[in-house]
């Protein structure tokens, strides 16, 4: 059979090709409360319950912390789970979300990010998702409807292999992309049961026929060796990620998030683009990636070098692929949908992230921040490309104000 007949096609956003993915991996519990943007994967999910083409539990629970803490205790005995939220929700469940990682619970999570209240916003921000950047759970971000279906299947064989069991947060943009339709390349059901196998705890299920001890009070005689565990299984998580990129494209026959009309670079990490003389490097995470690919396009074409690296997994983060990618640069201009108060420089995250990966290079690239697109704003392709411009004036000058924010009223930038 051709891959024309293997695959079918259908419009969806990328809540919706989230909640299909989760269908094809058989997933035996879903917890669900509903705040914008992500709740149209709770409300597809209980579709396909209804018709009959998934058998699992739904569960609706009576705010966020019941909802992660349903997911986290089915997990550990041997369920395979799908919990969500967005924003302050995400915020609300932080003690359950921060014991699941601990716990060490392979729970999948969507979070359609939100800008965090008050003031009240439905709009995207990253903030929501990096709350949990630093208490061991893998994150990463999609930009497509199509990479949102892949990756999800994708987290289901990560966050389950005994080398890691870590909970995995999908991040996808607030309205950009979890209401945004696109074509998505579906494969057969029987295709993933090659992909995917069955999750199994093993020693570690928690069962009355196998006593062991969830969660004890340790202290300080064993803190320290089972946050150092809890660090190891994150390093681990690396092979088993590009092991299992390596393992979709060998059963579907294509790179996870390809489609027809775009065939995406053989990295699981990032997201190369047009960096192979790139004096200036745009890097972002999420659909911030399409204005910076039209303004690179644009820019190219009136003689600025210029390229994109877009992150897709966040942790664990790619250090070696970022000095692969940008060691080579002038000028990294970093793209945040976020913030760090008070912080060095009073940059964003992704902007220390990049600088602290590239700092022991020796001669390294200037590092530039842009704070832009909160609440939902957009970011233009003409903002990217001002961007751009600033980048360039910076190559052979010192850099006096490295980080702007961008397009806020009143301001100059």
Wanted: proline residues 6%.
């Amino acid at each position: 059979m051709t891959e024309k007949i293997l695959e079918k096609e259908i419009l969806m956003n990328g809540t919706q090709a989230v909640a299909h993915a989760a269908m094809y991996a058989d997933v035996d519990v879903v917890s669900a409360y509903p705040i914008r943007p992500y709740t149209e994967v709770m409300d597809t999910i209980s579709k396909l319950i209804a018709d009959g083409e998934l058998d699992a539990e739904f569960i609706v629970a009576e705010g966020e912390h019941g909802q992660f803490e349903i997911v986290k205790h089915a997990s550990l005995a041997g369920a395979r789970t799908l919990v969500g939220s967005s924003g302050v929700g995400w915020l609300y469940g932080m003690e359950a979300i921060v014991v699941t990682a601990t716990d060490r619970a392979p729970v999948v999570a969507i979070i359609g990010n939100r800008a965090l209240d008050d003031p009240g916003a439905y709009g995207v921000e990253h903030n929501d998702a990096l709350m949990v950047r630093d208490v061991g759970w893998l994150l990463l971000w999609v930009d497509t409807a199509q990479e949102a279906f892949d990756t999800t299947l994708i987290a289901y064989k990560v966050s389950e292999d005994q080398r890691v069991l870590l909970p995995i947060g999908v991040s996808m943009d607030g309205g950009f992309l979890t209401h945004s339709e696109q074509i998505v390349r579906l494969p057969p059901k029987e295709l993933v049961k090659n992909f995917l196998s069955p999750y199994n705890r093993g020693k570690y299920l928690v069962h009355p026929d196998n006593p062991i001890s969830v969660a004890p009070q340790v202290n300080e005689d064993w803190v320290m060796e089972i946050r150092r565990q809890h660090e190891e299984a994150m390093e681990r998580a690396r092979d088993v990620i590009a092991e299992a990129y390596e393992s979709f494209k060998k059963v579907f026959g294509r790179y996870p998030g390809s489609t027809k009309e775009v065939k995406m670079p053989e990295n699981p990490f990032v997201e190369p683009y047009m960096l192979d003389d790139a004096e200036i490097v745009l890097v972002g995470m999420g659909t911030v990636s399409k204005p910076m690919k039209v303004a690179i396009k644009n820019m190219r074409n009136q003689g600025y070098k210029v390229g994109m690296l877009r992150i897709r997994w966040f942790r664990p983060f790619p250090t070696q692929d970022i000095i692969k990618y940008l060691s080579n640069s002038r000028i990294v201009c970093v793209i945040d949908r976020d913030y760090s108060m008070g912080s060095p420089n009073r940059g964003g995250v992704i902007y220390h992230e990049i600088r602290s990966a590239l700092y022991d290079l020796d001669p390294r690239p200037k590092v530039m921040d842009f704070i832009g697109g909160l609440g939902g704003r957009e970011i233009t392709i003409q903002d990217v490309e001002k961007i751009i411009k600033i980048g360039y004036e910076h190559r052979d000058t010192p850099i006096t104000k490295p980080v702007y924010w961008v397009g806020v009223r009143g301001e100059s930038w």
